[in-house]
């Protein structure tokens, strides 16, 4: 996750019709996939699959950047991320407030409907990795959208793992805990990426200046 949300994925460049193809299919599914954690997140009460839900949120912000903005002079895509920071960021304090009222709430979350929703999302990045795989040997830049996905499925495990330890332990708390790091995680990548664009705005300004 670290790669992509870095900002790096942003300024991929699509270097032929095939690769551009790739990242619309990625762009869809993080986006549905999106939607999909966040109310099943609602009705499982879960913190995990709503923290889960800031990688397919940030994914989808980054391969839209790289398809829309492609082309454009560099402050627009660092405008770009910067806005793509700062919603992670919103979100991410969302997710530790979900945390937070969870713990206090004494919600036992729906391990069944985290488990197959943690299933289903492994199984909606394996898909993006599968398409990416082709162009994993490329530059730097499309090397990261491989890992990025690769690494985001390492949090669908993390969030099949929360779901068997609340079955196990009949608690919130597996749940609560692995929401809290992927959160904290979220947290972090967005101030990196807003930090990253607001260095190249002003590396851009004192150019133009």
């Not at 870095?6 to 986006?31: E, F, H, M, Q, T």
């Not at 999106?34 to 980054?62: C, I, K, P, R, W």
């Not at 993006?128 to 994993?136: E, G, K, N, P, S």
Request: charged content about 15%; overall charge neutral; aromatic content about 8%.
């Amino acid at each position: 996750m670290a790669d992509c949300c870095s900002g790096s994925c942003g300024s991929a460049r699509a270097p032929d019709p095939g690769y551009r193809k790739v990242l619309w299919i990625a762009l869809l599914i993080n986006a549905a996939m999106f939607v999909v954690e966040v109310v099943a997140s609602m009705q499982a009460h879960s913190a995990s699959l709503l923290a889960d839900s800031m990688d397919f949120l940030g994914d989808a912000a980054n391969y839209g950047v790289s398809l829309f903005v492609l082309g454009l002079a560099v402050v627009w895509r660092s405008r770009a991320a910067y806005a793509k920071g700062v919603v992670m960021g919103i979100f991410g304090l969302l997710v530790l407030a979900r945390v937070l009222w969870t713990g206090l709430g004494g919600h036992t979350p729906v391990a069944q409907t985290m488990g197959a929703i943690g299933l289903l999302a492994f199984a909606a990045n394996g898909v993006v990795a599968w398409c990416l795989y082709a162009f994993r040997d490329g530059d730097a830049n499309m090397r990261s959208v491989w890992l990025c996905t690769r690494n985001d499925m390492i949090g669908n495990v993390a969030v099949m793992l929360a779901a068997l330890g609340v079955l196990g332990t009949g608690t919130a708390w597996p749940d609560i805990a692995v929401a809290a790091i992927m959160a904290v995680l979220g947290l972090t990548s967005a101030r990196e990426v807003i930090g990253r664009a607001r260095q190249e705005l002003k590396s851009s300004e004192t150019q133009n200046g």
